[in-house]
Structure formats: structure tokens, C-alpha cells
């Protein structure tokens, strides 16, 4: 079979392969945990995939791979973009902001 690259697919076969390919992606919240296991807290993918699947998420350690070097590329994007702005050898991001108490405040 032959498949002409032209040939336009009817509309709702669009939308569907559309819908299912942003299903199989990873969010954000997943990504961040994949990172922060591997560079963190020193976690293989090959257990990063055990834990999940106990979880009742059964994902492949090759597809956490990916997803992991995904990120990693979309990291080394940003870091070639915003690295030059500013005067420093480590940029730092985060989306919440915490106030942190004086020390006369803190316990222990």
C-alpha cells in the first residue's frame, strides 16, 4: 500500500490522531518529576518505571528515556537563550515564590 503524502485525511481522522498524540504525551508535572528523580536523588530510569507501574502507570524505561532527553533538550535551549542575559554561570528557575523567615523566626 501506498500512501500519498497529499492526500488530506478526512476531518474528524485529524482531530483524532491529534487528540491521542496529546494524550500520550508527558505534562509537566511528570517531566519535572523524571528530571528531578534522575539528577536529584540519583533514581534509574529502569526503577523510575518500576515505581510507576506499581503506581498503575506501566511506563517503559525506553519512553521515560525519551521523554527524559526531551527535556533535557528543551533545558539546554532555554539555558543557550537565557544564560547570555545575565552575569552568572547557574540560572535558576521557579514558579513560586517563597518568602523566607529571619532567623529569629526559624525553629531549631
Known amino acids: 500500500m501506498v500512501i500519498d503524502p497529499t492526500e ?13 498524540d496529546r494524550e500520550r504525551r508527558p505534562g509537566p508535572s511528570i517531566l519535572a518529576q523524571l528530571v528531578t528523580a534522575m539528577n536529584s536523588d540519583a533514581t534509574p530510569l529502569e ?14 524505561p525506553s519512553t521515560l528515556g525519551d521523554w527524559y532527553a526531551g527535556a533535557a533538550d528543551l533545558a539546554s535551549r532555554c539555558g543557550r537563550r537565557f544564560v547570555p ?10 514558579d513560586a515564590v517563597v518568602a523566607v523567615l529571619p532567623r529569629s523566626l526559624a525553629l531549631g
Open 85 to 94: 542575559t545575565v552575569d552568572a554561570p547557574i540560572v535558576r528557575c521557579a
Open 8 to 20: 488530506k485525511a478526512p476531518p474528524g481522522d485529524r482531530a483524532d490522531h491529534a487528540a491521542a
Open 47 to 60: 526503577r523510575q518505571s518500576r515505581i510507576l507501574a506499581r503506581g498503575g502507570a506501566p511506563i517503559a
